[in-house]
């Protein structure tokens, strides 16, 4: 999974690949966000400054899920008016992908999904709405107009920042979430299940001073 | 990576200096030196609040800072804020703690009146319903009963919190309780956010966190406080169940084997019209042991559609006390108008009370129709024979516990439930009869 490395064309750093498909990094140094063709990589843009979120998680941390085993290899940062979250990007053993989601210690692990039926467009949902996704029931949350502030590390997309844009986070009495992302259209949908970092088994965990 | 660093800033109002025990988690701060409200998520920390003195200064009961083993993590208290619900008129308030692990997340403290809780965050969305009318909620197959809907509004603060807090933040609070635990709905304007709490003993939270103070003790009934006597009553009903068929069980034993030993027997025939069987006579002696108890005299007769008069005389060898007593001895039966009949029994028995130990002997004289078949007679002494009214004594005794314990019980659950939206009307607690018709 790891080995291949290139360097970013901005400042000539070396870029180690965790992920060997990886679509887009950023580099550590210069934080230019790189989107790769074979070997080439090209600057499209520049990431802020990742705020350091305060998360035990970081790049190359390693876990289990389901029997499976996952590196996180990147990560997608949000903010929103009252605060920011990730979205940690995990490789599974199986060569597929996975997002932890993780606010304010809050942590939901979900993989992309394809929805049953068109999903609510984004000015016709709010809190209390349902939707039938995989024979549950989700009951919309809260609505989160958030905007992409950083990102770190490998992603299996080319990210656009596309200004505000609403996430509707939804709940199954059986206690699964889901994401609608609005980010593109149709919208996308992200199902998961919340989980404890205990439950994870992860290694290569931050660590905090005193702590 | 290196470990991440402590951070501190300096309150942009004030300038004390504020040491953050959260990291990058804090989002807002309140300034331990001049209680205003700080944004923590920026570089800039921005001033949101200054403090207005509506309410003197609270003091948390465990210190901020303080590092408990709670549930077998370390947790640190880094927040606290008291909140305020008004009923009737009244404002009630109750504390919450903040507490934080960064590998763990966060979770909560409250205490209201010696009451404590721990919360923590439910991630999912409880299914709501009703039982017998009773609104309810129901979370991972446990049916919670609400138990008031007010409005909390937070009316001081200090130290870290991981949201936006401002004082005067108001929230719509619906709890639901099913002992010990407490469901609550948090809602504002945006979202609905669920917690779950477990009744905790005040004692162990202050062991937990090494705080030196005395916590102040529980006063009155809480929402989700356990009842102290909750399952009693159904073992005490089921213990008096097994206990109410043994002692069944044993009368039943008692009386089958007609109980009591028997002391003396005297039988005969008695010939209708043969005048000497009409003449008194005496038994052998004989001795009636233990302590003064009763005796049972039984009489029986051969009667079919006649009589037998039994006249006896119990007299003590020794001290001369004489007890008399008559008894009959009568069954008459027959088919009236196509329905039998029968009256009266072959067997008769009499109870004599408190009669003493030692020698006695019985004169008897018979009486009986001067015609008819001849009667065979017997009489038997019994001494000791229990009595049916002990056997009722100790089923009374039976159902007194269950009956204390299940009224004691159930004077627990009016406690608590006087508190709620859903008191009862009653008649000696008029304040609480609008409680459930204003609660905005």
């Known amino acids: ?211 | 990576m290196t470990s991440v660093q402590a951070r501190g800033l300096n309150c942009p109002n004030c300038g004390a200096a504020i040491q953050l025990r959260s990291f990058q988690f804090a989002a807002s701060v309140v300034c331990d030196s001049c209680l205003a409200t700080l944004d923590a998520s920026d570089a800039n920390v921005a001033v949101l609040q200054t403090f207005e003195k509506t309410m003197a200064r609270a003091r948390p009961l465990i210190p901020l800072g303080s590092r408990g083993t709670w549930k077998g993590d370390p947790w640190d208290v880094i927040g606290f804020q008291v909140r305020q619900i008004t009923v009737d008129g009244i404002n009630y308030r109750w504390q919450e703690y903040l507490l934080f692990n960064p590998f763990r997340g966060f979770r909560y403290l409250s205490e209201y009146d010696g009451h404590w809780n721990d919360i923590i965050a439910v991630r999912g969305i409880p299914e709501g319903g009703s039982v017998s009318g009773h609104p309810t909620a129901t979370w991972r197959d446990t049916t919670f009963k609400l138990f008031q809907t007010s409005s909390a509004t937070t009316v001081f603060a200090l130290g870290e919190f991981p949201w936006m807090l401002n004082v005067g933040d108001v929230v719509t609070v619906k709890d639901h309780v099913a002992p010990p635990f407490l469901l609550s709905a948090e809602e504002t304007d945006e979202e609905v956010t669920w917690s779950l709490g477990e009744y905790v003993s005040g004692e162990r939270i202050r062991a937990a966190f090494k705080v030196t103070e005395p916590f102040p003790s529980a006063r009155g009934t809480f929402a989700n406080q356990p009842n102290p006597l909750a399952g009693t009553p159904a073992r005490y009903w089921q213990a008096f169940v097994m206990l109410a068929v043994a002692l069944l069980v044993l009368v039943g034993l008692r009386l089958g084997t007609a109980g009591g030993r028997l002391a003396s027997a005297v039988d005969g025939v008695f010939h209708p019209g043969v005048a000497t069987d009409k003449a008194p006579f005496v038994t052998d002696p004989f001795t009636l042991a233990g302590p003064t108890s009763n005796v049972v005299i039984t009489s029986s007769a051969t009667v079919d559609g006649s009589w037998l008069f039994v006249g006896m005389t119990l007299v003590n060898d020794s001290t001369g006390q004489v007890i008399d007593v008559g008894r009959e001895v009568s069954y008459y039966h027959g088919v009236d108008e196509g329905e039998s009949w029968s009256e009266g029994s072959r067997s008769d028995d009499v109870r004599l009370g408190a009669v003493p130990a030692g020698r006695w002997f019985m004169r008897i004289e018979l009486d009986g129709p001067d015609a008819g078949r001849d009667i065979d007679w017997r009489i038997e002494v019994r001494r000791d024979q229990p009595g049916l009214i002990w056997w009722f004594a100790a089923f009374v005794l039976l159902i007194v516990p269950p009956v204390i314990v299940s009224l004691r019980s159930a004077a627990f659950e009016t406690t608590r439930w006087a508190e709620s939206d859903f008191a009862p009307a009653s008649s000696d607690d008029s304040d609480d009869s609008s409680s459930s018709d204003s609660d905005d």
Not at chain 1, 7 to 12: E, K
Not at chain 1, 52 to 63: A, F, H, N, V
Not at chain 1, 77 to 97: A, I, K, L, M, N
Request: proline content about 8%; charged content about 20%; aromatic content about 10%.
């Open chain 1, 1 to 211: 999974m790891t080995g291949v490395q290139t360097s970013c064309p901005n400042c000539g750093a070396t870029i180690e690949f965790r992920w060997a498909q990886a679509v887009q990094t950023t580099c550590e140094y210069c934080r230019s966000v790189l989107v790769r063709h074979d070997l080439d990589l090209t600057k499209v843009g520049t990431s802020t400054v990742v705020p350091l979120t305060p998360s035990p998680i970081q790049l190359g941390t390693e876990g289990r899920w389901h029997d499976r085993d996952f590196v996180v290899v990147g990560r997608l940062v949000y903010r929103w008016e009252r605060g920011g979250w990730s979205e940690w990007h995990c490789r599974f053993s199986d060569d597929t992908s996975g997002w932890l989601s993780d606010a304010q210690a809050d942590y939901v692990m979900s993989r992309p999904a394809t929805p049953d039926r068109p999903l609510p467009s984004s000015d016709d949902v709010s809190p209390g709405d349902t939707f039938p996704h995989g024979g549950e029931r989700f009951v919309l949350a809260s609505i989160t107009m958030a905007s992409y502030v950083g990102t770190e590390g490998e992603l299996p997309f080319a990210y656009a920042p596309s200004g505000l844009v609403p996430f509707a986070d939804a709940r199954s009495t059986a206690g699964n979430f889901a994401t609608i992302d609005y980010s593109e259209t149709p919208p996308l949908l992200f199902v998961g299940e919340p989980v404890e970092l205990r439950q994870l088994e992860l290694r290569n965990l931050r660590t905090f001073e005193g702590w």
